[in-house]
């Protein structure tokens, strides 16, 4: 399995506070997605990043920044967490985009926002 | 709107038979079609991928067979068991960095 894990793998917040989720890679590679996953929408991209401080938006990014200041760190915040936020959350990596590279993906975070 | 559609929703099949799950895209600039494996509590897993420059492509058990002209690609699990029982998504890209899920089948097999 990809070296990639997630935390937290669940948690409980409130409507309005501020949520962050991290994912830790050990594979070295360059390339980081979030994504969340809900019934009848499959996954979906919410950020990524290409490098170190090189992120771009998904198509499903408002509510959510992200920061990666390490190439083995990247950072998904939710700045003020709404009850449509409640979803999971996966991390992935790839090596690179070229020659079509899959992604490999974290096990989750399980996010509720009450 | 949805990049990539995929059926069905679900799937009962009885171990040794044949699951066939079907996606369908309209983006003609895709170049690369990942089916990925989901158990639940987990992250999804590649199982296999193909290009558009081929029609078919077997590992193991796994094929998929690549409908160019028709944009639709399938997944067929060859004699099914209980531990294929999982959620199953297709995808497409043509980047690299964006990939478009299917909303993902989940698959029951009866033993």
């Known amino acids: 399995d990809a070296g990639i894990t997630q935390s937290p793998r669940h948690k409980v917040t409130e409507t309005g506070t501020p949520v962050t989720l991290r994912c830790h890679q050990t594979?070295?590679?360059?390339?980081m997605y979030w994504y969340r996953q809900d019934p009848g929408h499959g996954l979906r991209l919410i950020h990524y990043?290409?490098?170190?401080?090189?992120?771009d938006k998904g198509e499903v990014s408002d509510g959510y920044s992200v920061s990666r200041s390490k190439t083995e760190d990247f950072l998904l915040t939710l700045e003020s967490a709404t009850s449509s936020q409640t979803s999971v959350y996966f991390c992935?990596?790839?090596?690179?985009?070229?020659?079509?590279?899959?992604?490999?993906f974290g096990d989750g975070t399980r996010l509720s926002i009450l | 709107q949805q990049q990539v559609k995929q059926s069905p929703q679900s799937l009962i099949v009885q171990k040794g038979g044949i699951s066939i799950i079907n996606c369908a895209y309209e983006?003609?600039?895709?170049?690369?079609f990942p089916w990925y494996q989901q158990f639940p509590g987990k992250g999804p897993a590649l199982l296999i991928a193909?290009?558009?420059?081929?029609s078919e492509k077997k590992e193991g058990r796994f094929t998929i067979s690549f409908n160019k002209s028709a944009k639709q690609f399938s997944l067929h699990i060859m004699d099914s068991q209980p531990g294929d029982s999982a959620t199953y998504f297709c995808?497409?890209?043509?980047?690299?960095?964006?990939?478009?899920f299917g909303t993902g089948t989940s698959l029951t097999v009866i033993p």
């Open positions: 992935a990596i790839s090596e690179s985009t070229s020659g079509n590279q899959p992604q490999h």
């Open positions: 594979e070295n590679h360059r390339y």
């Open positions: 990043s290409y490098g170190v401080k090189d992120t």
């Open positions: 983006n003609t600039a895709f170049d690369y």
């Open positions: 193909i290009r558009p420059d081929v």
């Open positions: 995808a497409a890209t043509n980047t690299g960095n964006q990939f478009y």
